[in-house]
């Protein structure tokens, strides 16, 4: 089976946009980015990580995308990217490539 096989569950990609709205402030409206896209999530509990030395997040699981796709981690001038699957949605912390045909994404479960 290839490793494409393995990915039996769709995903949203959605993308914080910044508009301004009449009163002036900014608020965050997500657009969609890619629908249908297979993928594998595997959740976790009460798991965390340290990419950097004192920063510590807390994760709800790993999602395996296809390589290729266009998903942004979280970073410090705003949020990044979220997944909807199977109607949970959770917030992209961290991604790498896993060989030629793999992402990784970290993932945090929002509310």
Do not use: F, K, N
């Amino acid at each position: 089976m290839s490793t494409h096989g393995l990915l039996r569950q769709r995903a949203t990609i959605e993308r914080a946009t910044p508009e301004l709205q009449a009163t002036g402030e900014v608020q965050l409206t997500w657009v969609l980015v890619a629908s249908a896209v297979p993928c594998a999530l595997q959740l976790r509990a009460g798991c965390s990580a340290a990419d950097e030395p004192g920063l510590v997040t807390e994760l709800a699981g790993v999602a395996y995308l296809p390589s290729g796709m266009d998903i942004r981690p979280q970073t410090q001038g705003g949020p990044g990217d979220r997944l909807v699957v199977a109607g949970a949605i959770y917030r992209v912390v961290h991604v790498r490539a896993l060989g030629a045909h793999l992402l990784r994404a970290e993932v945090r479960r929002e509310a």
